[in-house]
Structure formats: C-alpha cells, structure tokens
C-alpha cells in the first residue's frame, strides 16, 4: 500500500474557527510532512517529523499547530486563520527523512478561509 | 539559502513534439528528484538521480544530473495529452528537506 490518505478532502472555515487536517499512511515510513500549495506555485515545506518529534518548522506562524500522535498519522491544527492561509494542504511520507528518500504525497486538503 | 531554478515557467506544444525542463540550482546537490502533478492532483514521483551525469530513461522520459551535480533537465520525446501536467524538480544537500523548483506546466495541443 503506496497510499497517502487525508481528512478532509475540502474544508471552508471562518477566521475564528478551529479546526484539524489529518493524514495518514499504513507504509510504515518514519516521517512525514505538511506542504502548503498556493495555485501555480511549488509545494512550499511547512513542518517535518521524523520518528515522531518534530524535526523543520519552516517558521510557520502558530495559528498552525502540527501534531504527530503515532508514526502512521499526522495532523495539523488550525486556529485563527486568514485568508491569505487559503490553499492546498499536502502531507507527504517518506521512509526516515533523508534527502534522498522519495516522497508519497496524499491527495490534499483544499482550504478556504473566509 | 538554497534555491533551485526551473526554466521555463510554461510550454504550450503540439502533440507530437518534445518537451524539455531545465533545472538549475545554485549549489551543489546530493540528489535531484522529479515530480508530475497533474492539474487537480498531487504530486507523484517520477525519478531520482544522485550521480554526477546521470541519465535514466523511462519510456518516452529522459532525465539528466550534470557533471557538477547543479543542474538537471526532463526531456520528454514525442508528447501525449497524458502528458500534460505541471513538472516540478526537488533538489536535495543532505538535510531532512528537498527544495522544489517553479516548476513548469506543460500544456498539449491535441
């Protein structure tokens, strides 16, 4: 099983709402990641945990709050968002976070923020 | 800091014809990857290189490391509407992260 999954597939949010992005792989990899993707642009490193401790924080401002409760699953917290924070969300796995390994991205979750 | 370099921006083509995608990066690199995405999909790997001239062949796919392991291009030979999509080069030095070109969308006259 190849498959990144993630939770959920389109979410529309007030600037005042809380709310959580999960993703999850079965692969058995040791890290994971969270992209931010804007339309026409790169996917853009937000957070990176390797063996279940977060090892890059791209200074991601802290309305963004990653959690990783177990090497399968990844989540990303959301509080007081802006709309600007409008874009794909993508989690990618990997086997242990070297450069070199490849990476399996989910399918994403597409943010609007009002 | 690191920055990798992908030219061009856009390409539009008859099918049929080649299409190629440069990569340049402003220091050396320990490996160079490379990713589809199709519009409305995510990334999907396509193939890595790690040795100084490397090429591979996938098919129609053609993937080149330069000798001095600071550039890279994607060559694809007589194109199909299944190629259509956005190519994106991720440059690698070692660390937990890969830097990921502009990327170039590549669009298909059918």
Redesign the interface.
């Known amino acids: 099983d190849t498959e990144v999954t993630q939770t959920p597939k389109h979410l529309v949010m007030g600037m005042t709402n809380k709310k959580s992005l999960k993703c999850e792989q079965h692969m058995g990899h040791r ?1 994971m990641y969270w992209y931010k993707q804007k339309a ?6 937000m957070f ?1 945990y ?1 063996y279940e401790k977060l ?2 924080n791209e200074s991601v401002p802290s309305r963004f709050s990653p959690e990783c409760p177990n090497s399968s699953l990844l989540n990303l917290h959301l509080h007081a968002l802006q709309p600007e924070d409008s874009a794909l969300y ?1 989690c990618a796995s990997s086997h242990d ?4 390994d ?7 979750t597409r943010l609007t923020v009002l | 800091g690191q920055q990798v370099m992908q030219i061009p921006q856009y390409q539009h083509v008859q099918e049929g014809e080649d299409f190629t995608t440069y990569c340049n990066s402003s220091t050396t690199l ?2 160079i ?1 490379w990713y589809k995405q199709r519009p409305g ?5 396509l193939i ?1 290189l ?1 040795k100084s001239g490397e090429v591979k062949k996938q098919k129609r796919l053609t993937f080149q490391f330069g000798e001095a392991k600071k550039n890279s291009s994607l060559h694809i030979t007589a194109t199909q509407t299944t190629d259509v999509g956005t190519y ?1 080069c991720a440059g ?7 830097v ?4 170039t ?1 590549l669009t298909i006259n059918p």
């Open positions: 890290a026409k642009k790169p996917p853009e490193l990176v390797s090892s890059i993508l976070g070297s450069s070199t490849t990476q399996y991205f989910g399918p994403g | 320990s490996n990857q999909g995510h990334p999907v790997f890595q790690v994106f690698g030095r070692g660390a937990q992260k890969l990921f070109g502009q990327g969308r």
